[in-house]
């Protein structure tokens, strides 16, 4: 078994929290920005797979078209990062009050052989009701993480289960499909908000 | 302020034939000096899926204290692991191994970060409930918590 030791913070550590942080902003927002290095998704209209939703009703991207969209992957077996996110997600949903009324959330599963529908509808109950869970066969999740330029993988866990390594990011798309920017997991309130209601604002007319 | 491996497996040897007390520095950091703050947990859906526990371990002694494991009734296989998330944004999450708490020091288990991750739950973690869970250190010592089990889209210790 794998035995890597872990640096935990002492009292000095403080310092390199505060470096830690401003790294953090400038890689995330700041001039180090790398998302231009990463593949941008598909424009919705353009994505080509199909799945079924949490009540059972057949769904593909270009049924979002119309309103803006924020789409995030995961899997309901998920313990720490899918319910950090999708309650994270569902505060956003709260401070945009009425403004959520006009945003598709989708939360998509990698992991086709344990997410049903019945388990996705079970799982997505407990959070904000706009979340719209979507389940699939796992060459339409192929599929869809490869529209979405995401990324998953299978991994065995010690007890005979197994995880799934998956994208963590949040996808922004406007009104008409257009892909607008991502919020990258452990991004704060603060910045994550704004970029929701940039998606909601930006249409045809401001984007070529 | 590292306890090596070797280090500790000397100590381990020395306690054993009852020579610690001939040193005159204490050789090993006691586990007993270890407080624990904020733990809290998730409810679970049903018991196939694994659950989560989260809390801030703190290290209120002069010698560094090592975690080599965790125990509970709840499940069959709890360990520590740690979330980590690379450029292209993918998450995962692995063993984390030993942790090391430096003197005064402390370790954050959190949303994202680190996790006590208890697989093979026995028993559904219901909302509203509580569950101990037994931290085991590298002297032996051990410190056992009482987490309570918070909603599935709880946040952290206060909701
Ligand atoms: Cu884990």
């Not at chain 1, 009050?97 to 599963?109: C, H, K, S």
């Amino acid at each position: 078994m794998q035995r890597r030791r872990v640096l935990t913070f002492g009292s000095a550590g403080l310092g390199a929290i505060g470096l830690t942080l401003f790294a953090g902003w400038w890689q995330v927002d700041g001039p180090g920005a790398a998302q231009s290095d990463r593949l941008r998704p598909l424009a919705l209209s353009d994505m080509n797979f199909r799945m079924v939703d949490h009540e059972g009703i057949t769904v593909t991207p270009q049924s979002l078209v119309g309103r803006a969209t924020m789409v995030f992957f995961g899997f309901t077996y998920c313990p720490d990062v899918c319910p950090t996110t999708l309650s994270d997600i569902s505060l956003w949903l709260d401070d945009l009050g009425n403004d959520a009324d006009e945003l598709n959330v989708v939360f998509i599963t990698v992991d086709s052989e344990r997410d049903t529908v019945d388990a996705m509808a079970d799982y997505v109950s407990y959070f904000h009701p706009a979340i719209r869970g979507w389940v699939g066969v796992s060459d339409q999740i192929a599929q869809a993480a490869d529209d979405f330029r995401a990324n998953y993988e299978k991994v065995p866990l010690e007890d005979g289960d197994y995880t799934m390594n998956h994208t963590a990011s949040v996808f922004l798309f406007n009104p008409t499909g257009e892909f607008v920017s991502t919020i990258d997991y452990h991004e704060q309130r603060e910045f994550a908000v704004p970029k929701i209601r940039r998606a909601l604002k930006s249409g045809a007319d401001t984007t070529s | 302020m590292r306890l090596t491996a070797k280090n500790t497996l000397l100590a381990g040897v020395l306690s054993a034939f009852g020579l610690t007390a001939i040193l005159s520095a204490p050789v090993l950091a006691g586990g007993n000096d270890v407080v624990v703050e904020d733990a809290w947990s998730r409810a679970s859906i049903g018991s196939n899926r694994p659950g989560v526990a989260y809390m801030t371990i703190r290290n209120t002694g002069n010698e560094a204290v090592t975690l080599t494991s965790i125990r509970t009734d709840l499940a069959r296989m709890p360990e520590i692991h740690q979330t980590s998330t690379n450029a292209e944004g993918v998450s995962s999450m692995a063993p984390a191994g030993e942790l090391e708490i430096a003197p005064g020091g402390f370790v954050a288990l959190e949303p994202g970060g680190l996790h006590a991750m208890l697989m093979r739950l026995q028993r559904p973690m219901i909302e509203g409930e509580r569950f101990t869970l037994t931290l085991i250190f590298a002297d032996g010592a051990e410190k056992t918590v009482n987490v309570p089990i918070f909603g599935i889209a709880a946040r952290g210790p206060e909701s």
